[in-house]
């Protein structure tokens, strides 16, 4: 059973039946001599059913009508650095906060220290 909805099946087949076009087309031009009168209504052919896709495509929301409008170019340059200390002391209170941050969710509470040193002295 396949997972894709009503309007992704149809985009499909619509697709897939574009490239199949452009396919038998191109391989008829392809038996066509350059520079004849065939070969220039094949590429015709060709540059038509590519239009016709797209305006499909456009007409199915699947792409913008105005690209050019729907395109954005930005960057965002985002410096991810950490505090350098300018000192000891602002060194020992970084490494501080950092260790309280590394060891948040651990039970260093009283009563779990007590069950520790109660433990070590059971178990020596």
């Known amino acids: 059973m396949s ?8 985009i499909r087949k619509l697709t897939r039946d ?3 076009t452009i396919k038998r087309l191109e391989a008829a031009r392809d038996a066509c001599s ?3 009168n065939s070969y220039r209504q094949y590429e015709v052919s060709i540059a038509d059913e590519r239009r016709k896709h797209t305006a499909q495509l456009v007409e199915f929301g699947i792409i913008p ?3 050019q409008k729907a395109t954005k170019v930005e960057y965002l ?3 991810h650095c950490h505090t350098i200390p300018a000192n000891r002391e602002e060194l020992a209170k970084l490494l501080d906060e950092q260790a309280i941050k590394a060891t948040k969710g651990l039970h260093y509470e ?4 007590a069950i520790r040193k109660e433990l070590e002295e059971k178990y020596k």
Do not use: F
Not at 110 to 113: C, G, I, R, T, V
């Open 18 to 20: 574009h490239n199949a």
């Open 65 to 67: 009508q105005e690209l």
């Open 77 to 79: 340059y985002v410096a």
């Open 34 to 36: 350059i520079g004849t």
């Open 3 to 10: 997972s894709l909805s009503t309007p992704e099946k149809l």
């Open 110 to 113: 009283p009563e779990d220290e």
